[in-house]
């Protein structure tokens, strides 16, 4: 992956950001690597030589790396910190850095720091889930330890004090309860995780095509409908239903704007592999 410096960023930061922060180790597969869409990760695979990132566009994984750094230095008695752990699952060795386990009443609880917007903690979250209770199979079946209970902590990056909307976190430090699953269901999902990605890579290697992201994975955002009037600036209402919109539209003597959704992370380029993506590129063109 080449590092780019559009914004002229001082050299130690590009610097910083071309340094490896994240090793999976000798594992086949980070947990991360195993949520992400084997799409996502056969053409990051393919075009790693090519695939180009800003430093400006890596300042929230630099600090979340300095985080990991920051937190070494906080070391609590019965607090483990970034701890790194292996397990062999049909021939696969997967890995996962857990960024804190407080040992408490026999158990543990496990926290994973996220640096996040105020819009990430209100909306639903499923990968976080996802995560979490495959870190604590990892802690349940690699050390034999009882894992009682799941925490994000989110530090919020645009956290506002006059923001008033339901919902809204109450500090820009939130701790997020994550409901846990079965440990056998996990394991399913693990081995699922697993198959999905070796699917993806024997039909890639044998040129077939990839599986598609599915919009949850392509981040897609819902089509909303504004009504608005002439000579009106902002939009009066926006809905998520065309028929109340316009209802509306008709008792205001004004009309309705359709904002189409989109795939934000294909348009955004979030994947890093936009540009040689037949699924996302086949929809540019038609
Ligand atoms: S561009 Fe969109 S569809 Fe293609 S790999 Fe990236 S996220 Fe998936």
């Known amino acids: 992956m080449k590092i ?11 610097a910083l950001a071309s ?28 075009f790693h030589e090519r695939v180009e990132q800003d430093v400006a566009d890596m300042l929230w994984s630099m600090l979340g790396s300095a985080l990991h750094v920051v937190m070494e230095r906080g070391q609590t ?14 021939g696969v ?7 804190l386990q407080h040992e408490r009443d026999g158990g543990v609880v496990i926290t994973d720091y996220k640096f996040t917007s105020a819009w990430a903690v209100m909306a639903d979250k499923p990968d976080w889930e996802q995560q979490l209770n495959v870190y604590r199979w990892l802690v349940e079946t690699v ?7 799941l925490n994000i902590c989110a530090l919020i990056r645009d956290f506002s004090r006059h923001d008033t909307r339901e919902g809204y976190p109450a500090a820009p430090i939130q701790m997020i309860p994550i409901p846990m699953w079965d440990l056998k269901e996990t394991e399913d999902f693990v081995r699922r995780r697993l198959n999905a990605h070796r699917d993806a890579k024997v039909a890639h290697d044998f040129g077939d095509s990839l599986p ?12 909303i409908y504004a009504v608005r009037r002439e000579g009106r600036k902002t939009a009066i209402r926006v809905f998520k239903s065309i028929e109340e919109a316009n209802e509306l539209a008709l008792k205001e003597k004004g009309y309705v704007e359709t904002r189409p959704g989109e795939p934000k992370r294909c348009t955004g380029n979030y994947c890093g592999v936009a540009d040689w993506c037949s699924q996302f590129q086949g929809e540019r063109t038609t």
Do not use: M
Not at 78 to 90: A, P, S, V
């Open 77 to 90: 008695e019965g607090h483990i910190t970034e701890e790194r752990l292996f397990k062999e699952i049909d």
């Open 19 to 46: 340094r490896e922060y994240y090793t999976k180790g000798a594992a086949q597969y980070s947990v991360t690597e195993l949520l992400s869409p084997p799409r996502i990760r056969r053409l990051r695979e393919q």
């Open 212 to 223: 598609e992201c599915s919009p949850e994975e392509r981040w897609q955002s819902e089509t």
């Open 143 to 149: 050390k034999g330890n009882r894992v009682d209970a």
């Open 93 to 99: 060795t997967i890995s996962g850095q857990i960024d």
């Open 4 to 14: 780019t410096n559009k914004h002229q960023a001082p050299e130690t930061l590009v």
